[in-house]
């Protein structure tokens, strides 16, 4: 029964590993398929989308090069060669994509002229406000959608006998959810404003975060999101939670 039992797991992590490799396959080609339309685009519009695109792509797949890398270090996989080339083809993909990063900023340097950046020097400040601003709107939008839809959700009446037998409703429960990781980044970048605000962060450290909690905001319903639990961690400071926030008032 235990070698049976061992047997069934194997399986089932081998099961994972074949539809992990299977989805960076296709994550390399919508990569590479939206890399040529970013160089082929006709405007500023097109290409500012394009890039957009581009840069959700290759946050999916640094997750799945997160997961492979786990794999790779566990004793419990034997053929790991198709994780090392699967994970060597996301690095190669993630360097063209620094390539393109690159050279789209230093195309807006160049427009934007040396004089006007100077003038503008806390431009790197502003942008790192904007960018939390805009994240907090978003979520507390997205919060109101998701409480609306769950106060749309039909539940039994208090003392209902039937409900108990009826189970939790799933929807109901990933609305919650949902709902609860949203309050937990609103409260994050409420805190991380106030620390911008007091200079208790730099510019450069809120900037390191960008790019992470874009991709929540913008992905956290795609099926193959994985959220990065630990996006503030780079900040250095402490993240509190509401109750601990009152409790250290007291």
């Known amino acids: 029964r235990f070698l049976s039992y061992v047997s069934s797991m194997n399986r089932k992590l081998q099961g994972e590993i074949d539809k992990t490799l299977k989805k960076v396959s296709e994550g390399v080609l919508d990569f ?5 339309k970013v160089y082929a685009a006709t405007s500023s519009n097109q ?6 695109d581009l840069k959700k792509e290759i946050k999916k797949l640094q997750r799945y090069r997160d997961q492979i890398k786990s794999w790779i270090s566990s004793n419990e996989v034997k053929h790991k060669t198709g994780l090392l080339d699967s994970k060597k083809l996301i690095e190669m993909k993630m360097e063209q994509f620094k390539v393109c990063e690159k050279e789209t900023k230093t195309k807006a340097y160049s427009k934007e002229g040396l004089g006007q950046h100077k003038a503008n020097s806390d431009g790197g400040s502003s942008e790192a406000r904007n960018f939390i601003v805009k994240s907090i709107d978003a979520l507390k939008t997205q919060i109101e959608q998701a409480e609306g839809e769950l106060e749309n959700i039909p539940t039994a009446t208090t003392g209902n006998k039937k409900k108990k037998a009826d189970g939790p409703n799933p929807k109901a429960e990933s609305l919650q959810k949902t709902i609860e990781r949203h309050q937990y980044h609103l409260n994050a970048l409420e805190q991380i404003l106030r620390a911008l605000d007091n200079e ?7 900037m390191e975060i960008k790019d992470t909690v874009e991709y929540y905001i913008d992905s956290h319903q795609d099926p193959d999101f994985m959220e990065d639990d630990t996006t ?11 109750g601990e926030l009152n409790q250290d008032d007291e």
Do not use: A, Q, W
């Open 200 to 206: 208790r962060l730099s510019t450069d450290k809120v």
């Open 232 to 242: 503030y961690d780079s900040l250095g400071i402490r993240i509190y939670l509401p």
């Open 32 to 36: 590479d398929g939206i890399f040529k």
């Open 47 to 52: 290409k500012e989308k394009y890039e957009g």
